[in-house]
Structures are given as structure tokens and as C-alpha cells.
């Protein structure tokens, strides 16, 4: 059911300007340290470690320098860059999807769990546990070109609100990750996604929110066929699941996608534990970076026994392992964009 | 059998100081034509072509602008970027493993497939068909780590020879590709490999070689795991078919991996079919190339009747789809760098 969740995911944000990073890219060339804009990051040992380690790759002095063409550094997507509570944004999607829709498949409404996603009604969607989860992600996320998805992930992304807050998806990404992934390009990182979540979605947004372009964008997938539909040939993405990004999946995603060992990770889920297993684990000096959720007042305070985004392992073993723990309380000045 | 050819695949180059282009990171700023390099190609219409395409795709006041986050070319390997005769180098590749494992492994010997590798007999391994073509790239190519595979792929890189010229496979990349693909960088766009040939196996030398990195490769593939060999957390390949990526599986490749359309696509033979029709399909300028092998003297001539690069499609529809096709013996002064 995790993996279904997983799949069944994240939101929105959406073209929002005040969050604009710049272009991947751009400022490629620069290979030394040239700018710390870490700026809601606060002073402490987190923020001096992660600007050290920045230093320390990109000086060709120092004897941990790393080429520029091997700076990988990979993020997380839910919990990471943008909130995942109470539910992955995703699902809002497909939810939305399926109300919306609803009226063109009048054989929705005796599906106990479609019912369900058109009444609104979250409870009745989990009661139908892993089949009805995947039954709900399938009607929305294929049977359709390429095109007609991204147009209706763009078309929800400019009118959807977060069940909570009542704030637009895209005031729910990080400001200091934000800042982060520019800190990160500007000193000739390229920036990857490798989420648990769906590509294809991801790919609609996370360029004009991120900076991050749609080929380094690594997530769970549904496969994919190339076929005539009314006279043209198009991609049509079918209800079949073709590679789960998740746990042990995140070091092949990036094998696959990738295909070179990443030298920064930053997730904030056991779902990331592998990833930064597998970065850190290499040769060579490597950073690992787990955030994690403290904030209650300005966020949402969760990790070992949350059903969403658990952080259990992480917490134990990470320390010892040489990983950041981000104290979002603590660490951040500030949580969101506006 | 194609499929399995496919797999089984291409070659070498390596390292090589005189192909070298310039970084894929590189040049990304420019926005208008700023270089003509295309010295080995002849003056004509098809250069003519490219270059116009380039001028009015880059050219802010020109209708066919494109903007530099959208400015994709991707480009076959086997016959496009390097030669493919008399069989794909990676086939060469596999062949050289099996012969220099042979000592660990004596039971290798009973299998006629591999019996004929062992002992240089390319008709006894034909003999074989699918089935013996399958057990030695699942050989060769799985049942070890990533590291173990590019350290194979590079230390055979470093002595293998083709078997009629003689030459190291790294004298017999095309000199006009390494300009086309330096001038489209020069000008903004991002050089992609979208070949039928091992992801893996490629990986190992693009970057050197032609100058893209392993997060810009697409390939066909084998599936691999995490998991724990010797005490350590790796990626191992395993002998499972993942993706093979040819004719209608080269738009799928696309779509999971660059996640956007092509601007220009360039192949050879039918096996690149879909993947032009698929870019140039699309709605705004778009072009689509192929290479069409003319020369018995300096290369290879084949087309319609050849059973490796197989040109017949192509070039019957090509033209009346506005693709510029490519005769290798008029259009290029030069075919090896060396």
C-alpha cells in the first residue's frame, strides 16, 4: 500500500515566479565556491557542514575536489523539496481527477472506491486498500496521450488547494531547499529529483519550480506505448506499473536514469535510507542529508510512527553514519516561499 | 533476433584526445548561431539545411525560435555516431568477455553458443539464433556490479580492434557527427544518445567520446538490483530483459527519459524510424536526419538489403516527411577523425 501511496502522489506548485530558480543550465562553468545564499538557513553546525562540504568539492585545491561533470547531488521530492501531509499531493490529483471526470463515466459511480474519490470521501478511498488505490491511480494517470496528462496536472496545478492549509500547492515547497538547489547549481551541481512519486507529473512543474529540467527528473512510472490515436502517432500511457522509485528502487532509478553515483542526497523518509546508502557508501567524499519534520506550528511535526513520509531508520543510524539531520525548527528561518 | 543484435551491441572509441568535444555543460548561455564547425561536411543542400535550421531555431527574432530549455537533438549510435559493420561492436564486446572468462568458468565450454564465442566462431554463434544470442549478452553483460561491468567495458575499450580494418573501434566514430553534435551545443542544445545498444555499455565512453554525459544516454537494458555482495550495498545486473530500446521502443525511451519532444533527430536506419517520425511529428520546427551508408570505399554501402542498419523505410518515406538524407560519399569530406 506504501508503494501504491507512493505512486499515488505529490501535488502541485506550478509555475509560481517567486519561487524561479534559475535554468539548470545555467552557471555550469563556476567551480569554486562563489556564493552562499543559504539565507533562511540558520547559522549552526548543519548549515556550516553542508557549505564546508560545497567547499571542499569545488575548491581544486583541496584534496576532495570533484570534477565538475561528477557533481550529482539528488533530491527527494515529497517531504524533501515541497510537504506531503496528510497525503501525498498526488493523490489530490487523482481525486480530483476522477470528480472531475466523473460525469464522462457514469460506470465510475458503482466502483465503490471511484464513488468514493467523487464523494470527496478519503476513508471510503482507503477502505478499498491496495486495489482501490491503484484502481484510482490508473483512471487518472493513464489512458491518455503524454499531452493530454501534462495538460491536465497543469490545468489542476492552476486551481488546487491544499486540504489543510486552504494554500495553493505551490506555496508549500521549501524556501531553504529552494535556496539549496541554487546554492548547489551555482557551484556546478547538477540538481536530480529521484522521487517515489510519478514522473510524468513531476515533469509538468518541477522545471518552473525547481530549475529542474524533465530529463533530470527520476520517479516512479506506469508503462508506456507508442500508437496511432485519431490519425496521429502519440505516446499513450497505459494502466500497467513499470518501476516502483522507492527504498531499494531509489539506487536503481538512479543506476538506470542516471547512471553515475551521486555525491550529495537529501531525502527525509526511510523511503530515502537506500539512496543515501548507496551516495554515501561510495568512494570519495559524499553527503548525506535526511530533514527532518519538527515543526508543528509552521509545518507538521511527524517521522517514526507517521503513516506518511516515516523516518525511523534514518534517525537511528544516520548520525553514525556521518548524515545531516535538519532540525527544521531549529535549522530554518523560514518554511515556505510566501 | 534484431532485438537481441540490438542488445548485443556496439563498441568502443575511448578515450580518445582528438575526438574530444567540448562538455555538455558547456556553451549553454548562446542563444543565437554563433559558430559554423561543419568543416567535413561538403558544401550542398543538406548542410545548407542543418545549418538553417540551427540559424532560425536559435535566432530570437525569428518565428521558428526555440527556447534553450526546449532545444533536445537526439542521435542513434550504431551507423549514425559510429560504424556498425560487419556486426554491432557491442556483440565484439561480448564475444572478448566470454572468450577471457572462459578459464573461470569450464562449464561454459559444453554450451555450443558459448563453446564458438570461446573459440572466435561468429557463424557458431549465429548458429545459436535468439536463444544463443540472449545467453551471451546475459553473460557478458549481467552477474556482476556496475563497477565490474565499466571496468570491463573500459580495459576492453583500451585493446579491442575491429575485425576487418583493424582499427581501434575509437578510430571509427564519424568526424562530421562529432561536429554536428559540437555545433548543436555551441547552440544551445542538449546532445542526447537514443540508441537501440546497451545504456550501460555506452555510458562507459559517451562523455570521453562525443561529450555526453551518462545522464543524457538512453539505451536499451538489462534490470539490475540493489542489493548486499561482499559485504557492501551495490547495483548488480542481472539476466533479465528491461527495455529494449528500437523502433517503436525509441519514442518510449524518450518520453521515460528526456520527458520531452525532440527538436532534432538523427539515425540511420529503420530502427530510427519511429523516433523521427515521433520528433518530427510534433507541432513547431523540427528536423529529422538520416545517414544513408554510400561509401564501400572509405566505409560501409549498404541499405534496404542489409541485415545490420537495415535502410529501407527510411529512405522510401523520408523525403516526402522534409527528412534530409545523408549520402555519406557526396555530403562528407572525411569520415574517421584519424
Redesign the interface.
Known amino acids: 500500500m506504501k508503494n501504491v501511496f507512493i505512486l499515488c502522489f505529490l501535488g502541485i506548485i506550478s509555475f509560481l515566479v517567486g519561487c524561479k530558480t534559475p535554468?539548470e543550465?545555467?552557471d555550469?562553468?563556476v567551480s569554486i565556491l562563489t556564493k552562499t545564499n543559504l539565507e533562511t538557513w540558520n547559522q549552526g553546525a548543519n548549515k556550516e557542514a553542508i557549505e564546508a562540504f560545497v567547499q571542499k568539492t569545488t575548491d581544486p585545491n583541496s584534496p576532495d575536489f570533484v570534477p565538475?561533470?561528477s557533481r550529482?547531488a539528488v533530491f527527494d521530492n515529497d517531504g524533501t523539496l515541497w510537504a506531503e501531509q496528510p497525503f501525498y499531493f498526488q493523490l489530490a490529483y487523482g481525486i480530483d481527477y476522477v470528480k472531475k471526470e466523473a460525469t464522462n463515466h457514469p460506470e465510475w459511480s458503482k466502483d465503490p472506491v471511484l464513488k468514493a474519490a467523487i464523494d470527496g470521501d478519503l476513508n471510503g478511498i482507503l477502505a478499498g486498500g491496495e486495489k482501490g488505490l491503484i484502481e484510482l491511480v490508473m483512471k487518472s494517470h493513464s489512458g491518455m496521450t503524454?499531452d493530454e496528462f501534462t495538460q491536465n496536472v497543469a490545468s489542476w496545478l492552476g486551481s488546487a488547494k491544499h486540504p489543510e492549509t486552504g494554500k495553493p500547492y505551490q506555496q508549500m515547497v521549501y524556501q531553504p531547499m529552494l535556496e539549496l538547489l541554487e546554492f548547489l547549481r551555482e557551484n556546478g551541481y547538477?540538481t536530480?529529483i529521484v522521487s517515489g512519486g510519478g514522473?510524468?507529473f513531476l515533469?509538468v512543474w518541477a522545471?518552473e519550480v525547481y530549475g529542474i529540467?524533465?530529463?533530470?527528473?527520476v520517479g516512479s512510472?506506469i508503462k508506456?506505448?507508442?500508437?496511432e490515436k485519431d490519425g496521429?502517432?502519440v505516446?499513450v500511457k497505459t494502466p500497467e506499473l513499470?518501476f516502483i522509485d522507492d527504498k531499494?528502487?531509489k539506487?536503481?532509478g538512479i543506476?538506470?536514469?542516471?547512471?553515475?553515483k551521486p555525491i550529495i542526497a537529501v531525502g527525509n523518509s526511510d523511503g530515502d535510507f537506500?539512496m543515501l546508502?548507496?551516495t554515501t557508501?561510495a568512494e570519495g567524499p559524499r553527503l548525506g542529508i535526511l530533514l527532518h519534520h519538527t515543526d508543528a506550528e509552521r509545518e507538521f511535526a511527524y517521522d517514526s510512527l507517521s503513516h506518511i513520509g516515516q523516518l525511523k531508520r534514518g534517525l537511528v543510524e544516520g548520525p553514525s553514519r556521518g548524515w545531516l539531520i535538519i532540525d527544521m525548527a531549529k535549522d530554518w528561518s523560514k518554511i515556505y516561499p510566501q
Open positions: 535554468d543550465t545555467s555550469s562553468q565538475e561533470k550529482i503524454e547538477k536530480f514522473i510524468d515533469r522545471e529540467p524533465p530529463y533530470q527528473v512510472s508506456s506505448v507508442y500508437e496521429k502517432m505516446i513499470n531499494t528502487g539506487p536503481v543506476h538506470q536514469h542516471i547512471g553515475m537506500q546508502e548507496y557508501g
